[in-house]
Nanobody
Framework: QVQLVEFGGGLVQPGGSLRLSCVAS????????IGWFRQAPGKEREFVCA????????LYSDPVKGRFTISRHNTNNTVYLQMNSLKVEDTAVYYC????????????????WGQGIQVTVSS
């Protein structure tokens, strides 16, 4: 069974850090491009970042550029999202997703999705 599961969410103060993990099972992560998306209350889901199959290329949305870092360890079937200098506006449910053929920020191109994990930035 193909599955993606996110870990590491929670409550953090503004300026703090969190690291999310996305663990894949039922398929080999090496063959997939991985993206992170987020959905804030009352808003549409938006692209956060993506990483190529071997981790040699990354994409970031403007709101997170310079603060978030995506990385992957294919041997562990895991992708990470390091989030630093967190802001209140980063509060959202974060999703990881896998795309077999396309390296993109368009969520419609991702075939597999995690269930999402809550990140709350608040003092």
């Amino acid at each position: 069974q193909v599955q993606l599961v996110e870990f590491g969410g929670g409550l953090v103060q503004p300026g703090g850090s969190l690291r999310l993990s996305c663990v894949a099972s039922g398929f080999t992560l090496d063959y997939y491009y991985i993206g992170w998306f987020r959905q804030a209350p009352g808003k549409e889901r938006e692209f956060v970042c993506a990483i190529s199959r071997r981790g040699l290329s990354t994409l970031y949305s403007d709101p997170v550029k310079g603060r978030f870092t995506i990385s992957r360890h294919n041997t562990n079937n895991t992708v990470y999202l390091q989030m630093n200098s967190l802001k209140v506006e980063d509060t959202a449910v974060y999703y990881c997703a896998a795309s077999r053929y396309v390296y993109t920020e368009r969520e419609g191109q991702y075939e597999h999705w995690g269930q999402g994990i809550q990140v709350t930035v608040s003092s």
